[in-house]
């Protein structure tokens, strides 16, 4: 017995030691902090050709100041600075500090669905992600979805509510100031409106450590789903918050005959964001794809155009008026 | 180069090779088992992350084992999942590894040691796929990191066992992986399955590619058909693609096995 343990300790001595083979995670200072926030975006940031940024040159700018920051408070700033240079909605620190945001609307506030209210009653929620309702002396239905990041559960509703409203000679889908969220629940909602499959987003995904290397555009499709689907006129109501998966869904919904985009153009954030870490704990943000519409344009910065331009910051505080819904209603009355 | 050459015509030594350097012998009956106990995990995936994560399994397996006339059959299965951590760090990890062992042995010293102390030789081949899944668990959205491989390694593996009294076995393997055919995203962040076309990677070879296993294992009969084994198995597993991924594992388990007849 003695024999059998001897033997079994030699092994675990022998072969018991491979933390030596792996290497040390790297230091939390503020100088390796930084070093690794620059070198996660070099290897995975997907738009520096795309937007001509400089990394390289940022990076002689931003280091000596994180050599110089004294407590964590200055680091993030040092971060957060550096990550504004990149103007990209999807690009966020998140800190006990606070959280960088680059402002995509470029200072505007747009109201988003907040006017609509007045126009609408018998307003019924689906779960905390959608609303819907029937626009006051119209037969025209309203579905307000606030985020795509909302539980499924919500989403997976979409055939509920068309149902509750299928009396309606037309459907406002209202978008505005939706953030984004998950392509598989803006592509829920699309494929109820499909009239084939079709064609709508391109994306091609970091492949190497350079700045052009990606794979092939890779194309995404949107399909007719769901027990039927919705024929009648419909119009999409966007504004400048408009963000990342929303545009993915405008982008699919401007594919279809029956639907008309009114409202402002949309934020510009294409990029599918992914969570890093630092050694300091902080997690951070960046674009890792880059999108496009099926003739390769991308939008990333730019927006998208709606077919109806109706910009929706309010000229003065006390205009409750909604314009771009009283455009929308033209629209539907007109078709 | 060299040393892939050497590595191929050992491979063709041991398992073809010594065929020929014994007789035939009578064929034992064949033992199936099932094992289970625990298993650490000790995972560093640069592509991913600079974290070392480690944390804990109880694997399960089923073992499958044949001897023939110029050797030994060896199938062994197991699945194991287990939620890592890393220090000051807070992302989770949860990995799902499952393994299917075919290994070939053949005894290189029977007629020199009549039948106690034995040296076989011959090939292990590793089967493993294994998936990642970190979890930031962040208040603003983004995609967690997802990833995973599949690799099918020839490994070279000797043992050394010893027979001792009341047909209790004592026995100790090592095994070298000197290349793989490693599937695995190499770079691009895919996030989730539905996209899990990134590139075969191909054949991995020595250089890039290491795997070192090591087990000590003692059986003891308990009855005529039923053998107890307790193993303790090692594992370092690395390999690059742009980012370098390693993994460690050590398990100590238990397994009872029973003889299909006398």
């Known amino acids: ?151 499924i559960e919500d989403y997976e509703k979409i055939d509920d509510i ?174 | 180069m060299i040393k892939q050459i050497l590595a191929v015509l050992l491979l063709c030594f041991l398992s073809f090779g010594s065929m020929y350097a014994q007789g035939s012998s009578p064929s034992m009956p064949a033992r199936l088992g099932v094992s289970t106990g625990f298993r650490s995990f000790l995972i560093r995936d640069e592509l991913e992350s600079f974290r070392n994560f480690s944390g804990g399994a109880v694997p399960v397996g089923v073992t499958w084992e044949k001897e023939k006339g110029f050797g030994e059959w060896h199938l062994e299965a197991a699945v194991a999942m287990s939620r890592l951590a890393a220090d000051n760090s807070r992302l989770k990890l949860k990995t799902f590894v ?22 076989h030789g011959g090939i292990n081949l590793v089967n493993q796929a294994s998936s990642r899944t970190y979890a930031f668990n962040s208040t603003i959205g983004g995609q967690d990191p997802f990833t995973g491989e599949f690799f099918s390694s020839p490994e070279l593996i000797v043992k050394l066992g010893n027979t001792l009294k009341k047909g209790r076995r004592l026995e100790w393997s090592i095994a070298w992986g000197p290349m793989a055919y490693l599937i695995s995203r190499d770079y691009h962040p895919i996030r989730g399955f539905q996209k899990f076309r990134d590139v075969p990677k191909g054949m991995v070879f020595a250089n890039d590619f290491v795997d070192f296993y090591s087990k000590v294992g003692y059986s003891t009969p308990l009855t005529d058909k039923v053998t107890l084994s307790t193993a303790y198995k090692w594992r370092y597993l690395r390999y690059e693609r742009n980012y370098p991924f390693q993994m460690a594992n050590h398990e100590l388990c238990v397994s009872i096995s029973w003889a299909s007849q006398k």
């Open chain 1, 162 to 335: 068309l149902e509750a409203l299928k009396k309606e000679d037309g459907l406002i889908v209202d978008v505005r100031s939706n953030g984004g969220g998950s392509t598989t629940k803006s592509q829920t909602i699309a494929s109820r409106f499909a009239d084939k499959e079709r064609l709508y987003l391109k994306v091609k995904y970091k492949n190497g450590p350079g700045h052009g290397d990606f794979t092939d555009w890779d194309e995404r499709t949107v399909s007719p789903e769901g027990p039927s689907q919705y024929n009648k006129p419909v119009v999409v109501l966007t504004d400048k918050k408009t963000f990342s998966a929303s545009e993915e869904f405008v982008l699919a919904m401007r594919l279809f005959p029956q639907v008309t985009i009114v409202g402002d153009t949309t934020g510009g954030g294409s990029g599918n964001p992914i969570l890093r870490e630092l050694p300091n704990g902080w997690v951070f943000r960046l674009s890792s794809w880059i999108a496009a519409d099926p003739d390769n344009n991308t939008y990333e910065g730019i927006g998208l155009v709606p077919d109806i331009l109706v910009t929706t910051v309010p000229q003065n505080s006390l205009d409750n008026t909604d314009y771009a819904l009283l455009e929308a209603l033209r629209v539907l009355d007109s078709q």
């Open chain 2, 98 to 119: 499952s393994n299917m062992d075919v290994q070939y042995l053949t005894n290189l010293s029977r007629s020199k040691t009549g039948g106690r102390l034995a040296v």
């Open chain 1, 1 to 151: 017995m003695k024999k059998t343990i001897s033997f079994i300790l030699a092994g675990v001595i022998l072969f018991g030691c491979e933390r030596a083979f792996f290497e040390d995670e790297p230091e939390d200072t503020y100088v390796s902090n930084f070093e690794v926030f620059w070198s996660e975006f070099d290897r995975n940031y997907s738009f520096f050709e795309l937007k001509n940024i400089d990394w390289d040159s940022l990076y002689h700018v931003y280091r000596p100041l994180a050599e110089l920051a004294v407590n964590d408070g200055q680091f993030f700033q040092v971060l957060a600075k550096l990550s504004l240079e990149l103007k990209d909605g999807h690009v966020n620190v998140i800190s006990p500090y606070g959280v960088s945001t680059y402002d995509f609307a470029d200072g505007e506030r747009p109201v988003g669905a907040q006017n609509a209210k007045s126009y609408l009653f018998n307003v019924k929620r689906a779960g905390n992600s959608i609303e819907y309702a029937e626009v006051l002396r119209q037969n025209v239905g309203y579905i307000h979805i606030k985020t795509f990041g909302g539980d």
